[in-house]
């Protein structure tokens, strides 16, 4: 629905909308950190190779023994894809949007009561929604689309593990959420080496120029030791932009790799991701930082991964 | 035949031409196709005479439509079409004081014409555009007023209520009505509409159309054509009682009941008067037929016209006021400025002396640029081109993928381009400033300018003064686009280390070069690690 035929419907339908919409204020009780009770999962990192991004998915969660490990009865989810630009999904910009369609279908199947997208992008926001296809993609699957786009949207919280970074404007939809899934594309960057997990995160906060300023990859990693981490990362490696990242020029900047990480450790899966890319972890400053800050680790030889080609 | 249709007539097409120019203004351009909007601006006298003196055509002959039913009928214009005549139709409806009674509003009495005002500033207004300014067109162009107003003044208004709603609606999870980010009102487009809203709202109030008949210059012109128009409304004096209410009801006050004369130069094609004589008195009679013409010769009214130097000085007082309270100071200071050579015009401008000499500040593009580049200028075309839109990269940068600008503008300042166009026509070049870059002072990674370029126009290339890992922007002219995206990106304040530099006139960008990759990937092969 467009938003002013929104309004107007509203104004129309007046306290009937209110009324129906008393879905609760969410308090922010999941500031606690990480999903409490999540059980023991059998694989620390799953790698997936050589399908279709919704294949490939399916495949990784069976491997961590499905969605229900992460999201329970009744709780609320945000999906953190990257929209961060103007670019249709060939352009290998944002995320998949199938895939992001296919994570949604798969957390409502856990029971979740609901699911949230919403990303802070660097092209205008409403074109990016639709021109990256995850906007109609998590719609149809019965997500809420949430924009991103104002500073009112945002609330300061204080990182007190980080070094450069140590107060910073997240959205409020991750306060108020019980499971937040990280949904990145890995490309190339031409700040930050690569985007992945980790720099993903940059679309949860307001102000990113303060993080450019202020030694980017420091920052990046220091936003790793709040405790609003994702719950859950799933690197889309379907399409990969090895170069002129992070928007891209052309579709020629672009390979088909049909490839997917899955972890719980962001810095983990940043590794493998990188790997994968061609290039070597420690060789990525915020990569190589974050695994000395303690936010994870890089060294994929102490993990047990699941390996899946199809 | 029945005349009062005609006044159903007008107030039917008015209302539309009112509420969709309105919405466009307002935010809501977004919702009609670029033909809607362009139908509605086509008869629009000035912008239309002012494309046509760029590209003649169909597309651009709405002023001649005008001109011929002005010619035969009057005024028809500045009653239905112009948007600024019929807000002021709507003020005087809402605000005019009551009469004795309180039933009525108060009625309004026939008043002298003030020639010499509106002449002379009709003359003046010739004169600067055919010397090569356009300024008073822009100042004075009812549609452009309009535009300014709306866009100035309501759409603000428009943008808080939204925000407001925005924010209420999410407490209860409801995300459906974005709130909207405000990049900021320019000073002195702020304070003209505000001045205008002032002036035109007193005189609508007070004194119905005054402001179309003393300061408005397509009014004027149209006053003028409508002297020999073939057809001009008359009291027919067999059956007029001079009861008056012609009169009451005359928002021009252009009927003289005592002498059962309309001064027609003057009317403004609002019909009131025939359905408002009980007696059927009021007639469109041919010009043709032979019939004494009024003769209108009376002395300059000097109040006025020293109200309105008054004003105009006022506005002038406020707003530069107002400007010179604007201030930019940041704590953490870089320390080399940024001027630009020449100001960043709008895709499709062409070239500065063409845009400058043909935007008259209507700001439809402004109303319509999705990302709020375009903003009213305050002084950086000078003073003759305040009010006229410039790209501000520091409120936003211009989206590769739109071209909407270019395709809506009704005085053809701004010429159509294909998307394709659009996005290899180059606005101007960005540069680089080294010493303010973080790359450089600060010795750490960056980059935000080369991430948001769309073209790589703007790329990262080893550092050479760094640690061997980072890497600093370079710019490549040709293939620049001049977008702005590098500048509104870069972080770094007060001055940004990267700007883009207009071009007085715009040139073909050279497209990227792209060389093909490597695109073999064995899907069986075991992972890296």
Known sequence: MKRRDFILKTLGAGAGVAAGATIGLGGY????????????????????????????????????????????????????????????????????????????EHCFEAGAKKVYVFDHTCDKWNKCYETSGIEKAAKDNGATVVPGNTEGYYQEVEVQGGKSLTLTKIHELLMESDVFINVPILKHHGSADLSIAMKNLMGVVWDRGYWHRNDLHQCIADYCTYKRIPDLNIIDAYRVMKRNGPRGVSVDDVIMMKQMIVSTDIVAADAAATRIFGEEPSDIGHIKIADNMGVGTMDLSKLNIDRVIL | MRLGVLKKIRVGISLVFLIILFAVFLDFGNHFATGVINGFTWPQFIP???????????????????TIITLLFGRVYCSTVCPLGIMQDIFSRLFRKRGKGKKRKKPFKFTKPQNKLRFGILVMTIITFISGSIFLINLLDPFSIFGRLINNLARPVYFGANNVLSGILKEFDIFSVASIEFKGISLVSFGMSLAFLALIGWFSVRRGRLYCNTVCPVGALFGLLSRVSLFRLAIKESRCTSCGLCLFNCKAECIDVKHKEIDFSRCVSCYNCITSCPSNGIYFKNALKPAKDPVFETPVDRTKRKLFTGTSALILGV???????????????????????????PPGAGALD???????????????????????????????????????????????????????????????????????????????????????????????????????????????????????????????????????????????????????????????????LDNEVDYKEEFPF
Not at chain 2, 51 to 64: C, D, E, L, P
Not at chain 2, 476 to 481: F, G, L, N, S, T
Request: glycine share 8%; proline share 8%.
């Open chain 2, 48 to 66: 239309s005479l002012l494309k046509f003196m760029t590209v003649a055509g169909i597309a651009t002959s709405g002023f001649i439509l005008i």
């Open chain 2, 354 to 516: 063409h845009f400058n000499n043909t935007c008259t500040g209507c700001q439809l593009c402004v109303t319509e640029c999705p990302t709020q580049v375009l903003q009213p200028a305050m002084f950086e075309y000078g003073i003759w081109g305040i009010m006229q839109p410039v790209m501000d990269y520091h409120a936003s940068f211009c989206n590769y993928e739109c071209n909407i600008c270019t395709l809506i503008c009704p005085s053809g300042a701004l010429l159509p381009l294909k998307l394709e166009e659009k996005k290899f026509t180059q606005l101007g070049v960005a540069e680089f400033i080294k010493d303010n870059c973080v790359v450089h002072t600060d010795n750490t990674a960056c980059g935000a300018c080369a991430e948001h370029c769309p073209t790589k126009a703007v790329h990262m290339v080893p550092y050479e003064e760094g640690d061997g890992k980072l890497k600093i922007p370079e710019v490549d002219d040709k293939i620049c686009v001049g977008c702005g995206a590098c500048e509104y990106a870069c972080p770094t304040t007060p001055y940004k280390a990267i700007y883009v530099n207009g071009n007085a006139q715009h040139v073909k960008a050279e497209k990227p070069k792209q060389e093909k």
């Open chain 1, 29 to 104: 009780h999941n500031l606690m950190g990480a999903n409490p009770g999540m059980p023991q999962l059998p694989h620390d990192l799953v790698a997936v190779k050589g399908g279709d991004p919704v294949t490939m998915f399916d495949k990784a969660m069976k491997s961590l023994g499905g969605m229900k490990n992460f999201v329970k009865q009744n709780q609320t989810v945000v999906v953190k894809p990257n929209i961060g630009w103007d670019v249709p999904p060939e352009r290998a910009g944002n995320t998949n949007p199938n895939l992001v369609g296919r994570i949604i």
């Open chain 2, 319 to 345: 707003t530069s006021g107002l400007f010179a309270q604007k201030n930019i100071k940041n704590e953490k200071p870089t320390t080399v400025p940024t001027d630009r050579e020449y100001p960043v015009s």
